[in-house]
């Protein structure tokens, strides 16, 4: 849409507001807001934002990060084609935003930029990538005391739940539906609380986007029912905890699937093979951007269906990456892989674009991602994992770090400036929460995310 047409449709629906979203380094989703009042030429010129921003962790306590700091501005300018009317707060409308420095440059710690260049590493090869993230959440209430307590106490897929829960479910699918996402499926997860909500694939940047409409809107229906929704990786230790799930394929310009291959076992092509080993090689960096958080090293733990080893598999739902049994009416359109070693504490375009890097590595090198595994990795032994070349992920935030700083491939790909602001907002988060108790990180976690 134009500046003027976007204009057009605030006024239509009462728009008195129109949020500039972006996600940080911590995952946080901020922004700013025009009024209508010259809404056109701030799309046009986006609004200024100091560069400090993106050395900010999720505690709000801003890093020391060379560049980042007093000095310096960048502007927020929109993509006018992720407007969209937010149904659950009154008279506001959002667009997700690049950051440009003032010569109208993608910034170097811009996370949408990032994704953007990864794409067209794609786009040279005359591929795009499908992605969508396939996310948990968990509805609770605030007891006497502040605490967050879970919305219901029902069991994995119960309809008792589905029913306690329908007048928010109903409405956060027709605010997802406004918002021109494609609902596919809903239903109860295991924790007490939790829910899981998927949405259709998109080419990575709008999937990415999407996920950024997802959180918000999950979060926004829950307010309005009286309820607290949390993302978090693990808001209530003795719960299932919430993954985002990432499930992606390549595709080529003539509309072809190229992860699909019928005359390949379970239709799995040697590009997709390639690309999961790509994936696989770089999962202990990767799960940096994927599961960044402390508290994602709750959810990542062996026997937890939340994948701990550096393992593949058909419908093996202990692996890190699964290949998803294809729909019986269109097993071309739907052969695609699952990274389930992801959470919603990610910034979705700096996962997106880690993955792509990965995944482009092993295809150039002609990588091969070894035997599917068709049992959980956590029964068999040292030895036997050895063998199978079965590592453990990292078992906390700082350990992947550390494996992100020792990746060439991810962190040339992040470039100078994001990668080095990443890692001090990151480190930073994992030295604060290493001095709290675990009751000031579960709680912190839930409300940021």
């Known amino acids: 849409m134009t500046p003027e047409e976007i204009l057009k449709q605030c006024q239509e629906a009462d728009v008195r507001l129109v949020r500039f979203l972006y996600c940080d380094n911590g995952a946080t989703i901020r922004g700013k807001a025009s009024a209508l009042s010259g809404l056109p030429g701030r799309i046009a010129d986006g609004i200024g ?35 969209a009317v937010l149904p659950y707060v009154p008279s506001s409308a959002a667009m997700s935003c690049d950051m440009l420095t003032g010569d109208r440059q993608p910034w170097g710690a811009c996370p949408r930029s990032f994704l953007k260049r990864m794409r067209e590493r794609l786009a040279a090869r005359g591929w795009r990538l499908r992605a969508s993230f396939e996310a948990e959440f968990s509805l609770a209430r605030q007891d006497a005391d502040g605490g967050y307590v879970p919305f219901d106490e029902t069991v994995c897929f119960s309809s008792i739940a589905m029913t306690q829960a329908a007048a928010f479910s109903t409405e956060l699918t027709a605010a997802l539906e406004a918002q021109g996402l494609v609902v596919e499926q809903y239903y109860p997860e295991l924790g007490h609380g939790q829910h899981e909500l998927s949405i259709r694939h998109d ?33 209530f230790p003795a719960q299932a905890g919430n993954g985002a799930h990432v499930h992606f394929s390549l595709w080529d310009g003539e509309g072809r699937n190229l992860f699909y291959d019928r005359e390949a076992p379970a239709g799995l092509s040697q590009v997709g093979r390639q690309f999961m080993a790509g994936v696989l090689e770089h999962l202990p960096a990767l799960v940096a951007l994927a599961c960044p958080s402390v508290n994602s090293y709750r959810r990542l733990q062996p026997q937890a269906w939340s994948s701990a080893f550096t393992a593949w598999g058909y419908d093996n739902r ?73 590592h453990r992920l990292p078992s906390s935030l700082d350990q992947a770090l550390d494996c992100l700083v020792a990746d060439a491939v991810l962190t ?35 409300y940021k995310y």
């Open 318 to 390: 202990e692996a890190a990456v699964r290949v998803a049994s294809p729909f019986w009416s269109d097993v071309e359109g739907s052969t695609n892989l699952e990274l389930k070693a992801a959470d919603s504490s990610c910034n979705p375009y700096i996962a997106l674009g880690g993955l792509i890097a990965a995944g482009l590595d092993g295809v150039e090198r002609g990588l091969d991602p070894g035997q599917p595994i068709d049992v959980d990795p956590a029964t068999l032994s040292d030895g036997e994992r050895a063998v199978l070349g079965l």
């Open 203 to 235: 080419e990575a940047l709008r999937a990415a986007d999407n996920h950024i409409k997802l959180r918000e809107s999950i979060r926004g229906v829950a307010a309005r029912h009286g309820l607290f929704a949390s993302l978090a990786p693990k808001p």
């Open 49 to 83: 934002m100091t560069v400090a921003m993106m050395a900010m962790n999720a505690l709000d306590q801003l890093q020391p990060v060379a560049g980042l700091g007093a000095v310096g501005e960048i502007r927020l300018v929109p993509d006018p084609d992720s407007f």
């Open 412 to 446: 040339e790909a992040l470039g100078e400036m994001l990668a080095r602001s990443y890692l001090a907002v990151r480190r930073s988060e994992a030295r604060a929460f290493a001095e709290r108790d675990e009751a000031f990180e579960l709680r912190q976690h839930f």
